[in-house]
């Protein structure tokens, strides 16, 4: 078997010696290089727009602003409402308003990405400025309920049971604010995109995307195109973690900017330019009270989330939902709603929701242990869930009492004192904090195509996209068990809408989706070679039924004869190119099971007595993730969630200058992401065995589950270490102080 080995990333070599092309490097000949203008006030009209410093510039081509940019079909101008609840309204040069600080306003198209540079730079934009509101807290009265909370599915509130009564009753109760930042994704690559039209009507896209479909789909849409009329390509993303999911503006300028000057039009945004228009995590208020017993029963669980959308467009960070479903309690009530502001529009961030939502429960649930003299790790297993207090159905798997009970052997739990401020190392102070992580298990429909050529490969395509996670691997990996050949025997590709239709590669649902949808194809293909050799009178395995023939290491053979055979490849030399087609999609298991994984995220730090400095030190982490496809790969997923927590926990502030309503610190200099020193020893493990429930290849998905947890276990861990609750994050120096 080679599903769950640790097989080396096959697409390593073609990145570590530059085989593997990110968006920007596909060769294309007479390529002109175009570069944004964006706005410098957060609301308000451009009054005028001088453009011809800019075009003196030499090797200029064109500018594009409100004023000649082609006129879109009505249905796609900026500000009418997008057609499908993941798809962002865009700004597209079809007005002279500014709905937030760094819009696109202008497109300058030049020879060379130098020219095009300085050219923007000399683009003269007048404003008349209106008055902005980026705040929350300040209009908090202002806020309404969401369409849904995230997904169409899930309403924004919920309630069950008598919450206020259970409140007023409880022996004790905690009631507490936690807040979030603005957080951005800054993948290592920013976005881009080239544009190539082939006559009037038949576009090509290289695009730095998270779902080539949607971005067919939404492009052709906005142009007045037919999707089968949009080719996207995207074999290789620099991550993304969110922020490619949508198609954003810059995709559609780069389009019309190829058209107006009839060449392939290369558009790569700056780093401050990938904060605001390309999406990013909404602050959040959060709300939470909780109700006990003396003995630990939790009675009543209230979680509010007032989040910010833009003034233009609605997107929530669904941070309630995890308080539905993760502890057992008669009653439960969730509130979501939001405060529309001068800002560029959130979008979907690595857990959206979840991470910041796991965050504030779990501090929640830890002052609740401290209010009760309880370990934490009792009183979550004093709250176990046995089925899904939401919707009361079964779960599909849980492992979770495994993962605390793993997580805290390895981490030695049980040696934690309870007060705060005990555990001294000479200087430091050390605090040791623990939280749960929960992520829902999601799949969609999805296809895949595999053949066996002549020379006994197997070939599988399939339209998904890798964002560095491994995609390629595991697919290879599922592919070479399907059929019965070892992983060098296996050509896998994505990244092409030419190939079998797939969903986008977010909520942690590539591997279920895709997965299955390439282990349907690769039977299907498995079962139609059998039924060739079976029925081949050259075969020697003519006459048997099909039953009583395997495959295995590339080579047909007659269960309990295995001499008696053939190779894969005798039999395609025979027969020519066998092919095979195979879709996998959701049943009725959403309706009869609550799917999530899980897991126990445990976390020591390191404070400095008298400054303040901060250091995690140690973290353990156990998930219930159902079937791992590659071990190598899992854990380098699990931990790079961890890691993520730290920075949500220490690092990652999107600040903004309210006066201005700009960001500030829109670069990796000064918007700080864990490195190196940062990350401490991080011990991953999982509970192994593959849910039956969730989709035919048994996994739940670990893209975000790591996440979530974390910055609660580091939150926890410093309030253990120094008895000072910091519930705005991130948790600075001066905080501590």
Known sequence: MSVGQPLDRVDGRAKVTGGARYTTEHPLTNVAHAALVMSTIARGRIASVDTRPAESVRGVLAVLTHVN???????????????????????????????????????????????AHEAAGLVRVAYATDKHDVRLEPRLA???????????????????????????????????????????????????????????????????????????????????????????????????????GPTWSHVVLAAMAARRVNRPVKLALRRPQTFGPVGFRSRTRQAIALGARRDGTLTAVRHDTIAQTSSFDEFMEPASVAARMLYASPSIATSHKLVRSDIGTPSYMRAPGWAPGSYALECAL??????????????????????????HRPWSSKTLRECYRVGAERFGWNRRPRAPRAQRDGRALLGWGMATSVYPTHRSKAAARARLTADGLLHV????????????????????????????????????????????????????????????????????????????ARSPLHGLAAGDVGVADGRLSARGAAGRGETLQALAARHGEIEAGGEARPGDEEKQFAMYAFGAQFAEVRIDADLGMLRVSRMVGVFDIGRALNAKLARSQLMGGMVWGIGMALHEDTVMDERLGRIVNNNLAEYHVPVNADVPAIEVAWIEGADA?????????????????????????????????????????????
């Not at 079909?73 to 600080?101: K, M, T």
């Not at 004790?172 to 082939?198: G, N």
């Not at 969903?503 to 349907?520: I, L, M, N, R």
Request: glycine letters at 10%; charged letters at 20%.
């Open 142 to 244: 202002e806020a309404r309920p969401p369409k849904h909370a995230g997904r169409p599915d899930q309403p924004p509130a919920s309630a069950q049971g008598d919450v206020d009564a259970a409140l007023a009753e409880a022996e004790v109760k905690l009631e507490q604010v936690y807040r979030t930042p603005f957080e951005t994704h800054v993948p290592m690559e920013p976005h881009a995109t080239i544009a190539v039209w082939e006559g009037p009507a038949r576009l090509t896209l290289y695009d730095a995307t998270q779902g080539i479909f949607g971005c067919r789909q939404r492009v052709a849409d906005l142009l007045g195109l037919k999707p089968d009329d949009v080719h996207v390509i995207s074999p290789y993303l620099g991550g993304g973690f969110g922020s490619k």
């Open 693 to 737: 429930h969730a989709n035919p290849i048994g996994v739940k998905g670990i893209g975000e589950i790591g996440i979530t947890g974390a910055a609660a276990a580091v939150a926890n861990a410093v309030y253990h270490a120094t008895g000072r609750r910091v519930r705005d994050l991130p948790i600075t120096l001066d905080k501590l102080l």
């Open 366 to 391: 830890d002052e609740l242990a401290g209010a009760l003299d309880m370990d934490p790790l009792a009183l979550r297993l004093k709250n176990y869930a046995d089925q899904d207090p939401d919707t």
């Open 69 to 115: 940019a082609p006129r879109l079909p009505a249905a796609s101008r900026s500000g009418d409402h997008p057609p499908r609840p993941s798809d962002r309204v865009l700004q597209l040069l079809q007005d002279d308003v500014v709905r937030y600080a760094n819009q696109p306003v202008a497109v300058v198209v030049a020879e060379t990405l130098e020219a």
């Open 461 to 536: 395509d399939s339209g998904s996209q890798d964002l560095g996670t491994g995609t390629y691997t595991v697919m290879t990996q599922v592919a070479a068990d399907a059929l019965g050949v070892p992983p060098a025997r296996v050509v896998f590709r994505l990244g092409d809408t030419t190939f079998p239709e797939t969903p986008v590669s977010g909520g942690s649902q590539t591997a279920a989706s895709v997965g299955s949808a390439v282990h349907a194809a690769v039977t299907a293909l498995r079962e139609k070679v059998i039924a060739l050799a079976v029925g081949d």
